[in-house]
């Protein structure tokens, strides 16, 4: 009883020791700071404090010094989309990273698809929120977490390049690469790398003596005319995405070609019409 009755009166002489020294602590930091010239500093700050004060609650602060639109697919996964898709995570119906079970039904629906819905948000029998919740990621960064997270479960898409530090390599590896970005805009050179595309890509299918049933052939006007009149987004969309007509002609999603930038799809697909007489 009385080594209890010690007991207690030990643990609340520890509680108000704590105390005391926390407020110490506390008053020390206090005079410190105002002693340290921080506070004159305020004026000048008011505009970030501000923007610090207004932000959205839920926006997303990495912390790691990263530039905004910079961060890796793995940067983003590990900060963001982890919370649902880790391989352990219990939230019902997200695929999780590395269960190619998961995940084959949903690569299958092309990686434009996919990207489109972690943009967008996509509800099935659970709910992807747009961009994760963080609503101020870019959407290069959501595409590079996307392909991360696919690549590691059976996928095989290509991370949209972050900026700075690939820039310097890919303009001395690939110089080509960068200028055909561009594309449908761009006349002249652009369209002679959509016929070089067409030419090693598409002609499979699409060339005018190929045997592919319901492929609309290269320069055969009646062939393209229904497609043509569709409009150049129709197109561009379904030569994106792919797509499958009712009587079971199968257009894969970009040919098959995922390398294939969607604005050189597009170009491509601005050659395609414009040899059957459209004027896109
Ligand atoms: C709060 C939980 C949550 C977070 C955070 C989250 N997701 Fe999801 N995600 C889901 C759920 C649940 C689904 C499954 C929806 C369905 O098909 O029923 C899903 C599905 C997806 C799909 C498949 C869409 C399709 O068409 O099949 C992609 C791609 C995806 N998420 C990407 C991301 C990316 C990228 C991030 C991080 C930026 C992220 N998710 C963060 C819950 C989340
Ligand atoms: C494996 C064969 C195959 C390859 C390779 C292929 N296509 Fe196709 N494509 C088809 C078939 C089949 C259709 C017709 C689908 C249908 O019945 O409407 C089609 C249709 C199209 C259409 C018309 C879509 C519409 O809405 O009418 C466009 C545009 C197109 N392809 C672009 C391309 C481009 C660009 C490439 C190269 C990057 C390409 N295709 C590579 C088989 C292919």
């Avoid at 960068?178 to 369209?191: I, L, Y």
């Avoid at 792919?242 to 009587?247: D, E």
Wanted: charged share 20%; proline share 6%; glycine share 10%.
């Amino acid at each position: 009883m009385i080594s209890l009755k010690n007991k207690q009166r030990g643990s609340a002489l520890f509680t108000l020791l704590s105390g005391i020294v926390i407020i110490a602590t506390v008053l020390f930091l206090l005079i410190k700071l105002a002693n340290s010239g921080y506070t004159s500093t305020v004026a000048e700050t008011t505009e970030s404090a501000t923007e610090t004060r207004i932000m959205p609650s839920g926006s997303l602060k990495m912390g790691d010094g990263t530039e905004p639109g910079q961060r890796t697919g793995k940067q983003v996964f590990d900060k963001i989309c982890l919370q649902c898709h880790a391989a352990d995570a219990s939230v019902a119906h997200a695929p999780k990273v590395t269960k190619n079970d998961d995940w084959a039904p949903r690569i299958a629906k092309g990686f434009n698809v996919l990207i489109d819905h972690a943009i967008n948000g996509f509800k099935d029998k659970g709910t992807m929120p747009p961009k994760g919740g963080a609503a101020d990621l870019t959407d290069d960064e959501v595409a590079r977490a996307v392909a991360y997270m696919a690549n590691q479960s059976g996928g095989n898409f290509t991370e949209p390049p972050v900026k700075g530090d690939n820039a310097a390599a890919s303009e001395a590896a690939a110089p080509a690469d960068n200028a055909t970005s561009p594309a449908p805009a761009a006349a002249g050179s652009g369209s002679d790398q959509a016929k070089a595309h067409f030419e090693s890509k598409c002609v499979a299918c699409h060339a005018a003596n190929s045997a592919i049933p319901f492929a609309p052939k290269l320069g055969n006007k009646a062939d393209w005319e229904p497609r043509i009149k569709q409009g150049k987004e129709i197109l561009f969309k379904h030569a994106i995405e792919g797509f499958t007509n009712p009587k079971g002609g199968m257009m894969p999603a970009k040919g098959g070609f995922t390398d294939l930038s969607d604005d050189e799809v597009k170009a491509i697909v601005v050659y395609m019409a414009n040899q059957a007489g459209a004027k896109f």
